[in-house]
Each structure stands twice: as structure tokens, then as C-alpha cells.
């Protein structure tokens, strides 16, 4: 039996897209956690609805967490991946595999959010769709008031996922 949902079958919307749509309709989704350097068991995992791939307490390395965000991919399931800190030389290179969502660590409230976010002097901004990536550089200045209503647009747009400490 497969878990596949209508949102999943109807089109090339980013898998980021598709979890958030499923969840907002309410649906029970099962996820399934990986701590280990093996990403062939995310093969094996393929029918549940979302991955977890835990970078802070696992024993992945950079190498592995990407390995694992494609084999993601390739068996058509989101991707969240828990990043080890909130220091932006952590999630900045996650960010680069493009999974479906970004979990940072030990997060209390929106300012540290933004600060987690905004750590870098200039930022790669990334958009892939259909097999294409288009990647645009950003100041900090630029992040910032790219960024001012984080909170308000993060709920539509972004699928980060702040975890408290």
C-alpha cells in the first residue's frame, strides 16, 4: 500500500510544498528518522511520507546529509534535515542540498531565528524546479529587508522548522 497523496501525484510542486500542503490539510504523516552514515536505508524507507535526517545528533558528515537529501529525492520523498547548531557555517551548506526543510536547533524565539539566518556577509539564494537551479548572491542588508516579515511569509513559503531548546 503505497502513501502516496494526491498532492504528491499531481504535479512538479517542490517536496517542501507538498509536506506543507499535506499537513495544513490535516493529514497523519509518518516520518521516519535516519542517525546513521547510511543513506541506502532511506531506499528501504521509501513509503513513509517524510524523512528526518538528523545532522546534530546522528554521525553524519556534510558528504552523507547530501547523499541522503538526493536519495531523498529520488524515491520522491521530503527531506527535513536537523542541522547541528544555529550558527550559519552549519546550515548554510545544508541549505546547498536543498532539502525540504531545515530543522535548527535550540532556537527560542524569532530574533534568534533571523540571527541564525542572517550570519553571513553575502548568501546564496537557490530555486529548483524542473531540474534547474537558479542561484542569486545577497548582502546581509539585503537579507534583512528581504527578511523583516519572516514570521508572516515563513508560514506560506518556507519550511523551516525551528525546534526549541
Known amino acids: 500500500m503505497s502513501r502516496t497523496s494526491d498532492a504528491q501525484k499531481s504535479g512538479p510542486l517542490p517536496s517542501g510544498?507538498?509536506?506543507?500542503?499535506?499537513?495544513?490539510?490535516?493529514?497523519?504523516l509518518l516520518g521516519f528518522c535516519l542517525s546513521l552514515p547510511a543513506p541506502a536505508i532511506l531506499e528501504i524507507a521509501k513509503d513513509y511520507d517524510w524523512f528526518w535526517i538528523d545532522g546534530q545528533h546522528g554521525q553524519l558528515s556534510y558528504d552523507t546529509i547530501l547523499h541522503c537529501v538526493r536519495v531523498a529525492d529520488l524515491v520522491g520523498v521530503p527531506a527535513i534535515v536537523r542541522v547541528a547548531g544555529h550558527d550559519y557555517s552549519q546550515i548554510g551548506p545544508v541549505l546547498d542540498t536543498a532539502p525540504a526543510g531545515v530543522m535548527v536547533p535550540m532556537i527560542h524565539d524569532a530574533d534568534q531565528a533571523k540571527i541564525a539566518l542572517s550570519q553571513s556577509d553575502v548568501a546564496t539564494i537557490g530555486c529548483r524546479h524542473a531540474g534547474k537551479t537558479l542561484s542569486v548572491q545577497i548582502t546581509r542588508e539585503q537579507f534583512q529587508d528581504m527578511t523583516a516579515d519572516l514570521l508572516q511569509r515563513t508560514a506560506d513559503t518556507a519550511q523551516l522548522v525551528l525546534e526549541p531548546g
Open 17 to 28: 510544498r507538498i509536506l506543507r500542503q499535506r499537513l495544513d490539510n490535516g493529514e497523519l
